[in-house]
């Protein structure tokens, strides 16, 4: 069973193709079919499908499953994801609030280049960002948090299904290289 699962899953070349697909479809108003390569995309590990599909969660109020998606995002580099993800743990949202892994991930995604994760560091106690910022004896906190979060939140793939309203309410789509549009 385990080599018929292999079989079926799409490789990255593959991945990036349903996201492809999918971006031209959802352009050409084809959301339904859109949103179905890009689903296939986000279960075979395309972090841009997986940061719209948390997008989309999110919208539905399941917060839980929209952090899982960022998370698996996150770790794949998305630093849209990665801010999201430190939104999440600000706010208690699908998570356990904790400032620690919040400012943690907010780091990543400024490192990253992301332009609202500055933005939210801002709106913290300095002290705080500094004290988690500089001292390596709290990465073991976000290493806690972020196993935690992936033993919580098994991302949804197929369980979740997008329907045509659901994808036109989508609000972000991000482009095939995993940047923010």
């Known amino acids: 069973m385990g080599e018929e699962a292999a079989a079926t899953q799409p490789t990255a070349e593959e991945a990036e193709e349903l996201y492809s697909e999918g971006a031209g ?3 050409s108003g084809k959301v339904a079919e859109g949103w179905d ?3 296939r995309a986000a279960a075979a590990g395309h972090p841009g499908a997986q940061y719209n599909v948390g997008v989309y969660c999110q919208q539905q109020g399941e917060h839980a499953a929209a952090a899982g998606w960022w998370y698996t995002a996150a770790m794949h580099g998305d630093s849209d994801a990665q801010c999201n993800l430190g939104v999440c743990y600000l706010k208690g949202q699908g998570v356990d609030q904790d400032v620690f892994p919040a400012v943690q991930w907010l780091h990543l995604a400024t490192l990253a280049g992301d332009t609202h994760a500055p ?3 801002a709106k913290l106690p300095p002290q705080i960002v500094y004290e988690v910022v500089s001292q390596p004896e709290l990465l073991p906190r976000l290493a806690t948090a972020t196993s935690w979060l992936q033993a919580k939140s098994d991302p949804p793939s197929a369980k979740t299904k ?3 309203d659901d994808a036109r309410s989508a609000k972000k789509h991000k482009s095939g290289n995993g940047e923010g549009s």
């Open 25 to 27: 479809l959802l352009s």
């Open 37 to 39: 390569r890009w689903q």
């Open 119 to 121: 933005e939210v560091l």
């Open 162 to 164: 997008l329907t045509e």
